[in-house]
């Protein structure tokens, strides 16, 4: 089992910036794929984007594609959401995942452990 803590989140205008973060503990880190969701008020939890347990690969949701990145230091056992030129659409509750070796784990379902999330609000 993984534990997993999110932080980050706030209120943010619209194009603005937010760098979420996710600390790791427990299992060994590196051998878990990584990924955030985020849920809006009434609707289901959806895909954000992944990183592979080495860090080489990533994948988006198309919603997404060219203003997130996702990163992952191991030596500190977290990864990281960059979240540029952001709208209020994006405005959700993030959550972190751990999906052990799986991959390219878009569903919510691949993932045995999950973080307590953290607000983020886009303000138009």
Same mark, same amino acid.
């Given at each position: 089992?993984?534990?997993l803590v999110e932080s980050g989140g706030g209120l943010v205008q619209t194009?603005?910036?937010?760098?979420?973060?996710?600390? &790791?503990?427990?299992?060994?880190?590196?051998?878990? !794929?990584?990924?955030?969701?985020?849920? &809006?008020?009434?609707?289901?939890?959806?895909?954000?984007?992944?990183?592979?347990? +080495?860090?080489?690969?990533?994948?988006?949701?198309?919603?997404?594609?060219?203003?997130?990145?996702?990163?992952?230091?191991?030596?500190?056992?977290?990864? *990281?959401?960059?979240?540029?030129?952001?709208?209020?659409?994006? !405005?959700?509750? *993030?959550?972190? +995942?751990?999906?052990?070796?799986?991959?390219?784990?878009? !569903?919510? +379902?691949?993932?045995?452990?999950?973080?307590?999330?953290?607000?983020?609000?886009?303000?138009?």
């Open positions: 089992q993984v534990q194009g603005g910036s937010l760098r979420l973060s996710c600390a &790791a503990s427990g299992r060994t880190f590196m051998r878990y !794929t990584m990924g955030w969701f985020r849920q &809006a008020p009434g609707k289901e939890r959806e895909f954000v984007g992944a990183i592979s347990w +080495g860090g080489s690969s990533t994948t988006y949701a198309d919603s997404v594609k060219g203003r997130f990145t996702i990163s992952r230091e191991s030596g500190k056992n977290t990864n *990281y959401l960059q979240m540029n030129s952001l709208k209020p659409e994006d !405005t959700a509750v *993030y959550y972190c +995942g751990a999906a052990g070796q799986r991959w390219p784990a878009q !569903t919510a +379902g691949t993932y045995a452990d999950w973080g307590q999330g953290t607000q983020v609000t886009v303000s138009s």
